[in-house]
């Protein structure tokens, strides 16, 4: 464990004069030094813009951008790199997909299918193009245990079901959804799936193949690599056939005024010159991820989260919001009549850093009756010793507060 923290140099550092507990992994994880090292190395040496250079640096940069592109689909078990198109993140790679996708088949009358538990970046989008076309966002609901009402799900289904778009595990309440049944009896009605899988890859492998997904989106950010970029799968099916979401550089054939010709996938979706230490980066920090292994970091994580379900139960006046049988290694909690921003600021003094609020779900949180929560998530760095300074912590902030 020493040697694995020693690979995280933020997580070596003082907070108010204490040792950090970083425990907001969920909203996003720290970088090791093979990501650190593999942007700068490539701002070093061989910054150059990809595709178009015949310069030895484009090349250099050309061949690594598409390096990163074989290692995603790998990671991801897509059939293909054609498949795997490069975005800005979870948000972006959904607001692809509702806008070509979404604005090309959707009509008046048919039907999104979302969970109460999505994030905004899972609702807004579908909301957007919905409203333009007279379609609607049409919400299953989660259990008081904070799982997906499974029997509301296959009622919900129907032939005015245009796509179901499902959080594959949720960050505000850590559960894990049954995505391979979901996708089976959506398929069987003819219906496409599309996964937001942004707080899925960095729990456990992910085969795009396997579970037979339509879209699968994630951020490059919450799997140890740089922010700002992220990855939509989808099958090639779909992809042939949806117009592109935006314009410019990169994503044409022939420009002529008299009309424009569209790049291959996955370039014709990928406009501009893209982040192309983001997906170096994401790709060194799939390297490093595999090299951990996912053997080590579920088993890690399991014990983490059973550890501290433990711990923080026993504090008086705690109630834990989200108590699904299927759980990632995420707690979100209230104590007593304190309010999460409190309990944060609180924890923040201890060197503890946890997220406060409604973490982007808003209608989760009026669904539950509350203002927000306070959300300690765990990585495979993160310890026992750690959860310990969580406890001690959080009792310290009940005795203040309450
Ligand atoms: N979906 C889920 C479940 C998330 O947890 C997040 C980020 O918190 C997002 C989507 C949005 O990700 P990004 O901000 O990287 O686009």
Redesign the pocket.
């Known amino acids: 464990m020493d040697k694995i923290r020693e690979d995280f140099p933020a997580l070596n550092q003082l907070i108010h004069g204490l040792p950090l507990v970083y425990l907001d992994n969920?909203?996003t994880t720290q970088k090791p030094l093979a990501v650190i090292e593999a942007i700068d190395g490539y701002y070093r040496n061989d910054n150059s813009n990809v595709h178009r250079g015949v310069h030895t640096l484009s090349q250099r940069a050309t061949d690594a951008y598409e390096g990163a592109r074989a290692t995603i689909a790998e990671y991801i078990g897509a059939k293909s790199t054609s498949e795997v198109i490069f975005t800005?993140?979870?948000?972006?790679s959904?607001n692809l997909v509702a806008a070509s996708f979404g604005g090309t088949y959707l009509k008046a009358g048919d039907e999104v299918l979302v969970s109460e538990m999505?994030?905004h970046?899972?609702i807004v989008p579908w909301q957007l193009i919905c409203n333009r076309v007279g379609a609607t966002v049409r919400t299953i609901p989660v259990t008081d245990a904070g799982e997906l009402d499974y029997p509301a799900f296959k009622a919900s289904l129907s032939t005015k079901t245009k796509l179901v778009a499902l959080?594959h595990?949720?960050?505000a309440l850590g559960t894990i959804n049954p995505v391979k049944d979901i996708i089976t009896e959506a398929h069987a009605m003819g219906i496409p799936v599309l996964l937001?899988g942004?707080?899925a890859v960095p729990h456990g492998r992910v085969d795009v193949a396997e579970l037979d997904v339509d879209f699968y989106c994630f951020?490059s950010?919450?799997l140890f690599g740089p922010?700002g970029f992220?990855v939509l799968y989808g099958k090639r099916e779909f992809l042939e056939v949806m117009p592109p979401y935006q314009g410019g550089g990169d994503m044409i054939d022939v420009v002529d005024f008299a009309g424009t010709t569209f790049n291959d996938l996955p370039y014709k979706f990928e406009a501009g010159t893209p982040h192309i230490a983001g997906a170096i980066g994401m790709a060194a920090a799939i390297k490093y991820v595999n090299s951990i292994g996912f053997g080590f970091i579920q088993n890690q994580e399991a014990g983490l989260l059973h550890y501290a379900t433990q711990q923080l139960t026993a504090i008086d006046g705690l109630r834990i919001i989200g108590e699904a049988k299927d759980k990632a290694s995420v707690i979100s909690f209230l104590i007593g009549s304190a309010h999460p921003y409190d309990v944060g600021t609180i924890l923040d003094k201890f060197g503890i850093a946890v997220r406060t609020g409604h973490?982007?779900t808003q209608p989760l949180m009026k669904r539950f009756g509350i203002p927000g929560t306070v959300r300690a998530s765990f990585t495979f760095y993160n310890t026992r010793a750690e959860i310990d300074r969580l406890e001690i912590a959080i009792r310290k902030a009940a005795a203040m507060l309450l």
Do not use: L, P, Y
Request: with cysteine; proline share 0%; aromatic share 0%.
């Open positions: 969920a909203a800005r993140g979870t948000t972006d959904i999505e994030h970046s899972n959080t595990v949720s960050n937001d942004a707080q951020s950010h919450k922010t992220g973490h982007c």
